[in-house]
């Protein structure tokens, strides 16, 4: 199971779960909140449940719309570059 | 006197349809017209081995361009077709909804199967997987009223709405329901229906209703009220109308396609075609009534269609009852018969075809059927001239739902004069 996830990888990833279109400066940018993006907290209930089964982020992570892509990368394990 | 005859009854002023003979009225009503028959074998997922092979798609409708990526995310493939089908409705209608109060503005859509082909992608997750890989947009994907909260976040329509869940004939009823909303004070309402139910899952659903035609070739497979009728085919795909009130409609200088004149709805029981003819009967007396007409003012039929000799049997003694020795000689059509039936959004989709009708003055056939056993004026063939004031459209559910609507050219004399 590959637990890396780039920044680019990332954002791929929230777009494939949300449809919304997130780019890898969006998600290492500060001050970008998932609400700004446009990801609504079912959207981001989905994101986290995929980080959960395949990327080792931890069963109880919890997160919310007003908090930022950041903050969810910073729960990611592993080495991230951003 | 009755809202149609006072001038107060609600204006249908923009159409909007995605069907599997066209995508909009301008592919539509061609088809429809020319008797088109857009049935074909099934290619969503591999009928094999189920015994209902051929229905009519919607086989060019692609999301995309229609509706917003994020939205296509969380939503059925029958909330695609009623978000692409309201657009072209505001769009035919010259109405953005902006122009109108939020308040005033609502929607009301017709649903039976609900978000089926998304419910099972996420059922075969959970049975596969496990309940965590069931993905949340489940929980609002598959519900009925998926299309109605879905256009009203989309347009920002704040007005009286929800979802008319009352089996098949709950496609008329939603135009009753959005009639009642326009009467207590709403301006405009977006109203109609979808339904997208290909999958195993919706399929196997459908079979236990043992209504469905099992013939594998689309010219013979939906034949009503011929010696061979053996079930319909099913179909997916919806319309959305936009429909005023007619002060309001009138103010804002909109083009008039239709006046809904009245609407009249019986219930008798599942599987008991015997006494649908009673609850037809029922149901457009009473909508003629409210439009304040008699019989004698029906100038053509649109069909519900079942293709079960005994439905079929109970529509047409319907019609001998209510139209006497008229039966015989008042035009009537199904227009299903050539795409199929869209099970919520088939009644809505002959509320379309009927306005389409009005507009043109012609009454569209009853694709790949000649012979009709009863003694109707079934038009068969091409589509017949004739001066159409007042349309009735019959609907049944196959759990035991009966509606009427009576539809009026806006030019009629006792409708649309304010």
Same mark, same amino acid.
């Given at each position: 199971?590959?637990?890396?996830?780039?920044?680019?990888?990332?954002?791929?990833?929230?777009?494939?779960?949300?449809?919304?279109?997130?780019?890898?400066?969006?998600?290492?940018?500060?001050?970008?909140?998932?609400?700004?993006?446009?990801?609504?907290?079912?959207?981001?209930?989905?994101?986290?449940?995929?980080?959960?089964?395949?990327?080792?982020?931890?069963?109880?992570?919890?997160?919310?719309?007003?908090?930022?892509?950041?903050?969810?990368?910073?729960?990611?394990?592993?080495?991230?570059?951003? | 006197?009755?809202p149609a005859?006072t001038g107060s009854a609600p204006v249908v002023t923009g159409l909007?349809?995605?069907?599997?003979?066209?995508?909009?009225?301008?592919?539509?009503?061609?088809?429809?017209?020319?008797?088109?028959?857009?049935?074909?074998?099934?290619?969503?997922?591999? /009928?094999?081995?189920? /015994?209902?092979?051929?229905?009519?798609?919607?086989?060019?409708?692609?999301?995309?361009?229609?509706?917003?990526?994020?939205?296509?995310?969380?939503?059925?493939?029958?909330?695609?077709?009623? =978000?692409?089908?309201?657009?072209?409705a505001l769009r035919d209608a010259v109405l953005h909804p902006?122009a109108v109060e939020? #308040?005033e503005f609502g929607?009301?859509?017709?649903?039976?199967?609900?978000?089926?082909?998304?419910?099972?992608?996420?059922?075969?997750?959970?049975?596969?997987?496990?309940?965590?890989?069931?993905?949340?947009?489940?929980?609002?994907?598959? #519900?009925?009223?998926?299309?109605?909260?879905?256009?009203?976040?989309?347009?920002?329509?704040?007005g009286?709405?929800?979802?008319?869940?009352?089996?098949?004939?709950?496609?008329?009823?939603?135009l009753?329901?959005a009639g009642?909303e326009l009467r207590?004070g709403a301006r405009a309402m977006l109203v109609?229906?979808?339904?997208?139910?290909?999958?195993?899952?919706?399929?196997?659903?459908?079979?236990?209703?043992?209504?469905?035609?099992?013939?594998?070739?689309?010219?013979?497979?939906?034949?009503?009220?011929?010696?061979?009728?053996?079930?319909?085919?099913?179909?997916?795909?919806?319309?959305m109308l936009v429909v005023e009130d007619a002060g309001a409609a009138h103010r804002r200088g909109a083009s008039v396609k239709a006046v809904v004149a009245?609407?009249?709805?019986?219930?008798?029981?599942?599987?008991?075609?015997?006494?649908?003819?009673?609850?037809? =009967?029922?149901?457009?007396?009473?909508?003629?009534?409210?439009?304040?007409?008699?019989?004698?003012?029906?100038?053509?039929?649109?069909?519900?269609?079942?293709?079960?000799?005994?439905?079929?049997?109970?529509?047409?003694?319907?019609?001998?009852?209510?139209?006497?020795?008229?039966?015989?000689?008042?035009?009537?059509?199904? /227009?299903?018969?050539?795409?199929?039936?869209?099970?919520?959004?088939?009644?809505?989709?002959?509320?379309?075809?009927?306005v389409?009708?009005l507009e043109?003055?012609?009454?569209?056939?009853? /694709?790949?059927?000649?012979?009709?056993?009863?003694?109707?004026?079934?038009?068969?063939?091409?589509?017949?001239?004739?001066?159409?004031?007042?349309?009735?459209?019959?609907?049944?559910?196959?759990?035991?739902?009966?509606?009427?609507?009576?539809l009026r050219h806006p030019e009629s004399?006792?409708s649309g004069g304010m």
């Amino acid at each position: 199971m590959d637990t890396r996830l780039s920044p680019d990888d990332l954002a791929a990833l929230i777009s494939r779960c949300t449809g919304v279109p997130v780019t890898g400066e969006q998600v290492t940018a500060p001050g970008h909140t998932f609400d700004d993006l446009g990801v609504d907290s079912l959207g981001l209930m989905g994101v986290l449940s995929e980080l959960q089964r395949h990327h080792g982020v931890p069963k109880d992570a919890d997160l919310r719309p007003h908090q930022s892509p950041r903050e969810l990368l910073a729960l990611l394990p592993g080495e991230v570059r951003g | 006197m009755s809202p149609a005859a006072t001038g107060s009854a609600p204006v249908v002023t923009g159409l909007g349809v995605i069907a599997p003979s066209g995508l909009g009225v301008g592919e539509f009503w061609p088809a429809v017209r020319d008797g088109h028959l857009a049935l074909a074998p099934i290619g969503r997922f591999e /009928p094999n081995p189920y /015994p209902v092979t051929v229905a009519g798609e919607v086989a060019g409708f692609e999301p995309a361009g229609w509706v917003e990526p994020r939205i296509t995310v969380q939503t059925d493939r029958f909330t695609h077709f009623a =978000l692409a089908a309201a657009d072209l409705a505001l769009r035919d209608a010259v109405l953005h909804p902006a122009a109108v109060e939020p #308040f005033e503005f609502g929607v009301m859509t017709a649903s039976y199967s609900g978000g089926v082909e998304f419910g099972q992608r996420e059922i075969e997750q959970l049975w596969r997987h496990g309940p965590e890989h069931v993905g949340p947009y489940q929980s609002i994907a598959w #519900f009925y009223a998926a299309c109605s909260g879905q256009i009203s976040i989309g347009h920002g329509l704040r007005g009286p709405s929800g979802v008319v869940v009352a089996d098949e004939a709950g496609g008329l009823d939603a135009l009753a329901a959005a009639g009642s909303e326009l009467r207590r004070g709403a301006r405009a309402m977006l109203v109609g229906g979808a339904e997208a139910p290909f999958c195993p899952y919706a399929l196997c659903c459908q079979l236990g209703l043992e209504l469905l035609s099992t013939s594998s070739d689309p010219a013979t497979a939906y034949q009503p009220f011929t010696e061979r009728a053996g079930g319909f085919a099913p179909a997916e795909g919806g319309a959305m109308l936009v429909v005023e009130d007619a002060g309001a409609a009138h103010r804002r200088g909109a083009s008039v396609k239709a006046v809904v004149a009245g609407h009249g709805a019986t219930y008798t029981g599942r599987r008991r075609f015997d006494r649908s003819a009673q609850g037809l =009967l029922r149901a457009a007396t009473a909508a003629l009534a409210e439009a304040g007409l008699t019989p004698d003012d029906v100038d053509a039929v649109f069909l519900d269609a079942m293709a079960d000799p005994h439905a079929d049997a109970a529509e047409a003694e319907a019609l001998r009852l209510l139209l006497g020795e008229r039966a015989s000689r008042v035009p009537v059509t199904a /227009p299903k018969a050539g795409y199929g039936r869209c099970y919520a959004a088939a009644a809505v989709l002959d509320v379309a075809a009927a306005v389409l009708a009005l507009e043109h003055g012609l009454v569209p056939p009853t /694709p790949g059927v000649r012979d009709c056993r009863f003694d109707l004026d079934l038009v068969t063939g091409v589509a017949r001239p004739v001066d159409l004031r007042t349309v009735l459209v019959l609907s049944r559910g196959v759990y035991g739902g009966n509606s009427a609507l009576v539809l009026r050219h806006p030019e009629s004399p006792t409708s649309g004069g304010m």
